[in-house]
């Protein structure tokens, strides 16, 4: 009971609210603020002191609730320096690697552009949690509005070299349109048509679809897995670089 816990609620019409609680040091982070009232409202109904905001980048529906929560709250702002100009109310400036102490725990910083040239996402130890915002969904990835897919490949990569227990938390609730794309293109992945039948289950039951393990992902995730054979094939791009497969993944599901 003295763990750290991640709580995730719904936010807006498909964004996750993300409640990060370090009960012993009795720390409190909001991963993004897609709505400040419905976190505040949270806060209120946890009776927990809001401490934190670690924001992954800086789109309308990630910022919106960081200064009024600031106001409120005092609350830390944290974000990357990269990005510094377009966090509303950022405190602390993070890079590439850099690692927030919260409490016990080493939260470690990672840039990775693409969807935004300031993406990052945040690796919370000993835990193992990733929170990934609208880099990487679960069997998807964000889309491209300012990096480029070699930006967003290197930054799928760096993730995949994390280890497979990591949970992932990611920005949006996509997860059932992403699926119906990766079974497009990988038809006889047996581990991604497992996954499916539990997404499905899961949101039977009216419950999140969040957190996945890395493991999971990287097993049903098609924009990590743009140097496997049944991708390449898909593609007709057999013996090509990753890049040109993960370059027409990203391509084909734009449209899908
Ligand atoms: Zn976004
Ligand atoms: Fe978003």
Redesign the pocket.
Known sequence: MDKLSVHQFGCRSD?FGLLLRDPVANLCASIDTPDGETIWRELQSKGWQLTHIFNTHH?Y??VPGNEMLKERTQCTIVGAKNDAARIPGIDILLEDGDIYEFGANNITMLETPGHTLGSVCYFVEPDKILFTG?TLFSMGCGRLFEGSADLMWQSMQKIRALPDETQIYC??EYTLSNAAFALQVEPDNPALQRRVNDVKALLCAHKDTLPVSLGTEKATNPFLRADCPELQRYFGLQGSAPLDVFTATRALKDKF
């Open positions: 964004n789109h529906d990630h609208d920005g949006h």
